[in-house]
T-cell receptor, first 112, second 115 residues
Framework: EAQVTQNPRYLITVTGKKLTVTCSQNMNHEYMSWYRQDPGLGLRQIYYSMNVEVTDKGDVPEGYKVSRKEKRNFPLILESPSPNQTSLYFC???????????FGPGTRLTVT | AQSVTQLDSQVPVFEEAPVELRCNYSSSVSVYLFWYVQYPNQGLQLLLKYLSGSTLVKGINGFEAEFNKSQTSFHLRKPSVHISDTAEYFCAVSRFNNAGNMLTFGGGTRLMVKP
């Protein structure tokens, strides 16, 4: 089944404790992206990637890092999480031919 | 820079009534336009997309949208809604650069269908 998977789905952590949210897609898509969803703000793009080793900042990159060492994986790294990063995070992927993005199920992160 | 404005944060409507969810965008370059739906506690699912060609686009679940370049709008419509259409709807614009797919979403419209 074609899908985007994220882990973990739920995470509660404390300020300053480094964490990684994994994202993997099995559709051989070139493009991958990370978004955060906050009430009233919709989804805002954090980082995106065209292919392996090619990434760029989205609208809200501060406090986040990404890497794209393999085509299928695009982990999101929070080196020192803060409470304002409490949010619902989505990973997405798309191909060069279809343009629309396919979304993972989301990761709900709470930073206390 | 590109931006998307969804003019209504909530739209209450009775079952079997028609509905229109409004979306306006701004961009200095040509864009691709999308509507996504998010059911409670789920991820986003594509409803429909406009890439080029006919300005009236039909999607899943009986939804359609019309691209209006002069008014920079991409409003979503359905002639008769069902209870199961209750969800949050997001309009989005996309453009590509050397690094990938830059997607900008509106703030979302919560459609509440009442019996």
């Amino acid at each position: 089944e074609a899908q985007v998977t994220q882990n973990p789905r739920y995470l509660i952590t404390v300020t300053g404790k480094k964490l990684t949210v994994t994202c993997s897609q099995n559709m051989n898509h070139e493009y991958m992206s990370w978004y955060r969803q906050d009430p009233g703000l919709g989804l805002r793009q954090i980082y995106y990637s065209m292919n392996v080793e090619v990434t760029d900042k989205g609208d809200v990159p501060e406090g986040y890092k990404v890497s794209r060492k393999e085509k299928r994986n695009f982990p999101l790294i929070l080196e020192s999480p803060s409470p304002n990063q409490t949010s619902l995070y989505f990973c997405a992927s798309s191909s060069t031919r279809q343009y629309e993005q396919y979304f993972g199920p989301g990761t709900r992160l709470t930073v206390t | 820079a590109q931006s998307v404005t969804q003019l209504d944060s909530q739209v209450p409507v009775f079952e079997e009534a028609p509905v229109e969810l409004r979306c306006n965008y701004s961009s200095s370059v040509s864009v691709y336009l999308f509507w996504y739906v998010q059911y409670p506690n789920q991820g986003l699912q594509l409803l429909l997309k406009y890439l080029s060609g006919s300005t009236l686009v039909k999607g899943i679940n009986g939804f359609e949208a019309e691209f209006n370049k002069s008014q920079t709008s991409f409003h979503l419509r359905k002639p008769s809604v069902h209870i199961s259409d209750t969800a949050e709807y997001f309009c989005a614009v996309s453009r590509f650069n050397n690094a990938g797919n830059m997607l900008t979403f509106g703030g979302g419209t919560r459609l509440m269908v009442k019996p």
